[in-house]
């Protein structure tokens, strides 16, 4: 099995289960041309979040890394009448550009995004009694048992919380890997494994974005 086969199939089950969508190919294509990395998740990724904030009847979700907003629009899409998705962001060309697509996607009002680094502006939604039911980590890896734990805290009962890209073509196995974003993702895991407020798995995953993983939980009533 290789890259080819894994993207074919990819774009096989796109081609049947997700529908055309002229805002989300024109997002796509603003942020390759804004030289956005392409590290948002791909579209089949995209819609599994938007079916798990569905499934949740979400209407208070919170997004760690906005990037250009692709995966903010499929989040904010799955709200329920009347919910709210605040997404963090630590560069503001990113932000501009996720502003942008969000406004092209007509999601600007129920849609924030917050610019700064999460770890500054995570503590301000606590000070501001903000919680939510569903919760999507997907920014710096290295910091992201500090966003489990703001995650934690700003979490309603029975909140879901997905942490992308945990699997890092199998290095999280490494515990000697120096790699501050493998022990990141680790230090995560052992979060998981050990705090009795969550309840948790991971799943290992290959697509169009390679070999990888999200792991889900959900905060116990
Ligand atoms: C993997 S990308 C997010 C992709 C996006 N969720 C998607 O799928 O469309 C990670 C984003 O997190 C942002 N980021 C990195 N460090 C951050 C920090 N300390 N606080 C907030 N955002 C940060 C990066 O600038 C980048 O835009």
């Not at 080819?4 to 990819?10: G, P």
């Not at 700064?116 to 039911?133: C, E, S, Y």
């Not at 500090?146 to 992308?164: F, M, N, R, T």
């Not at 494994?193 to 974005?209: C, E, F, L, M």
Request: charged share 25%.
């Amino acid at each position: 099995m290789d890259q080819k086969t894994w993207t074919d199939v990819d774009v096989y089950f796109e081609s049947k289960l997700i529908k055309e969508d002229k805002v989300l190919e024109e997002v796509s294509r603003a942020n390759l041309t804004a030289g956005l990395p392409p590290i948002d998740v791909a579209p089949n990724q995209g819609k599994l979040l938007h079916l798990l904030a569905r499934m949740k009847k979400s209407k208070n979700i919170l997004e760690i890394g906005t990037l250009g907003g692709y995966s903010t629009i499929w989040l904010a899409r799955a709200l329920a009448e009347g919910g709210r998705l605040v997404t963090l962001e630590y560069e503001e060309k990113h932000a501009e550009i996720a502003r942008k697509n969000i406004i092209r996607a007509g999601l600007a009002d129920s849609v924030e995004i917050i610019v700064g680094a999460a770890l500054n502006t995570l503590p301000h939604l606590l000070a501001q009694g903000r919680t939510f039911d569903f919760i999507f980590i997907d920014a710096d890896k290295p910091n992201n048992p500090h966003y489990l734990e703001w995650a934690l805290k700003l979490s309603q009962p029975g909140a879901v919380i997905v942490g992308d890209n945990v699997v890092r073509q199998g290095c999280v196995t490494d515990g000697g890997s120096d790699d501050p974003k493998i022990q990141g993702v680790r230090e995560f895991i052992d979060l998981l494994a050990r705090d009795p407020r969550i309840d948790s798995t991971a799943i290992q995953t290959v697509g169009s974005k390679g070999y990888d993983g999200f792991a889900m939980g959900i905060v116990k009533e």
